[in-house]
Structures are given as structure tokens and as C-alpha cells.
């Protein structure tokens, strides 16, 4: 299982979210522009001496990430509030990218388009969100349950 990141804006999520793809195997993508300088130092506070367990590829844009998972096969799973389906009743396959937006923003429409399923986490009415590393946890540990991939 893998976890992409689109633009990221808050260094803290995202090394949350490196530790997170480091203690149960998954591979990391970052998608560039980030709003804060792509270093191991802004990911420090929250990855702590994790970020060289796990595998960051980065990608200068969206094209590029897009043109490596062509290369790769690999399907990209787009967690959104707009998403029809539920991330628990989704059927996950080992090697499925799952895709989180940027915190102020999410993702443009180019981006729903390109993804081949587009997952919510169902939350109570009225509420906007859940915060980006919370739902890469929750997505990540339900289609590793589903997919029975194990953690290395």
C-alpha cells in the first residue's frame, strides 16, 4: 500500500503521516508544490528518527506523479468529501495508491477526474473534515485489513 500526498501545506501532517507509512510498510509520495520546504528538518517534530524507515518519492507535479504510476500500473484512490462511495466499503487492492488532498484545499477537479475511485469517510453532518492524517490512518489500516498485506 502506498500514500500520496497532493501539494501538502502543514509540515506536521505530513510527518505524522511519514511515521504512519513508516510503522505499517507503506511507501510515501509527495507531491510537489508543498507550502513548506520539502526537508527532513520540517518533517522532523512529528516523523521523529522514523523518516529513514520509510520510502518518500517525490514528485516535482501532479504530471509527473501521474506519468510514474502509469509506468507503475498502480491505481490512485482519492480520499475526498466529495466521494460517493465510503472508504470502508471499498475493495482495496495491495499496490492501490490512496491520494489525500491539501489541508486549505484539497484537490482541483483534474485530479478527481484522474483518479479511478473517489473514497469519503462518513462523518456527522456539519462538520467539514477530518484532519489529513487522521484519514490517511483510518483509509490505510482498512485496506490493509482488507487486503491482509502484511506489515514488513
Known amino acids: 500500500m502506498q500514500i500520496a500526498l497532493y501539494e501538502p501545506d502543514i509540515p506536521q501532517n505530513t510527518g505524522t503521516i511519514l511515521r504512519l507509512c513508516a510503522c505499517l510498510g507503506a511507501g510515501a509520495h509527495i507531491i510537489e508544490p508543498a ?54 466499503d471499498h475493495a482495496y487492492r495491495p499496490g492501490d495508491i490512496l491520494l489525500l488532498g491539501r489541508e486549505s484545499a484539497g484537490v482541483p477537479d483534474r485530479v478527481h477526474q484522474a483518479a479511478d475511485a473517489r473514497l469519503r469517510i462518513p462523518i456527522r453532518e456539519g462538520l467539514r473534515s477530518i484532519n489529513v ?9 482498512e485496506a490493509i485489513r482488507q487486503t491482509g498485506v502484511a506489515i514488513k
Open 35 to 88: 507550502g513548506f520546504p520539502v526537508t527532513d528538518r520540517a518533517f522532523r517534530r512529528a516523523g521523529l528518527d522514523y523518516l529513514d524507515q520509510v520510502a518518500i518519492l517525490r514528485h516535482a507535479s501532479f504530471s509527473a506523479f501521474e506519468d510514474w504510476r502509469r509506468d507503475a500500473g498502480a491505481r490512485l484512490l482519492l480520499l475526498t468529501t466529495r466521494g460517493a462511495t465510503s472508504y470502508l
Open 133 to 141: 492524517a487522521m484519514a490517511a490512518a483510518m483509509a490505510l489500516g
